[in-house]
């Protein structure tokens, strides 16, 4: 799969090309300084977190600055923990803090004690809302959004005008969700009918399957052709929602591209995922908090508007993932291997599908 032109840690050439500018970010030439780098991650329900934005963040950082260390925290969902967790880790010195929010709003107050102790800040994957952040890193999330909706005209065809959707979006804490269900209404508005949305509070999958199942009850008599899920937790919410209240298989689309959707993605129980190249985001995050450890900041290819100012912004790009492009998207990409993907039960489908 093409790597973007802005994979910044391995390419200061790239950047240079992208931004129209000389300077770039730094490539691990030297040992460089010592210092403590603070990852700060919202949650353990999206299995991205654990599995591949903190290891890939750690391994770059640690080639590019031998010398720094990685105060890695999870806030488990929680804005006040993720309060604490801030606090503490500059307490003890972090000279940049990288930060996914858990509320995009409410992580301002941990921007500002950041600026208080002359820390930049990288908002990272989550854009943090109304505070100065000094960079954000992250896919074009309103363009997750018109991908999911673009896959879900496409699985229903003719059938759009034949019946309706369940449209579950993620939390609304999170400005990522937003960008998601903003793209995601520009592409299925007035394309679709909507039996029933909402949105799923922490991007908890049990809170997903829980108004599925609320749901469907009242929607009796009435037939439901698809469903626009937001990501891979609430999309596998739905469908065992759907499937024990004995409805048919319909077109359900996701995000994240976990190895558990894929294989249902092999097997026809959901249509599509959205991948976004996370060892590409951690690295980029890595590299730009290694330039910042060392007092550089380079000029990046864009700009996003946070409500506070213009947010020097990376923005990469995400990749519709159908049973049909598996081998040559997340397969060819290395994120996922043949033997992970196609264990045991999988093992036929893989096949059928051209993965082995």
Known sequence: MRRVAVLLALSALALSTAAGCSQSLETGDDAGPSAKVALLLPDRNTSRYEAGDQPYFAQKLSELCPGCEVDYRNAEQSTGTQLQQAQETLAQGAKVLVISPVDSVAAGEIVAAAKAKGVPVISYDR??????????VSFDNAKVGSLQAAALLQALGAKASAGEILWINGSPTDNNATLFKQGAHAGLDGKVRVAAESDTAGWDPDNARAWTARILPTLRGRTIVGVYAANDG????????????????????????????LQRILVGDQYMTVYKALRTEAETAAALANDLVRGKRPAVPATVDNGAGRVPSILLDPVTVTRDTIASTVVKDGFVTPG???????????KAAGIG
């Open 234 to 261: 609430t999309a596998g919410a739905a469908i065992a929602a759907m499937q024990a209240a004995g409805l048919p298989q319909v077109p359900v689309t996701g995000q994240d591209a976990e190895t558990t959707t």
């Open 340 to 350: 992970a993907l196609c264990a045991g039960a999988y093992a036929d489908a893989c």
């Open 127 to 136: 854009l943090v809302l109304k505070a100065a952040v000094d960079y954000y």
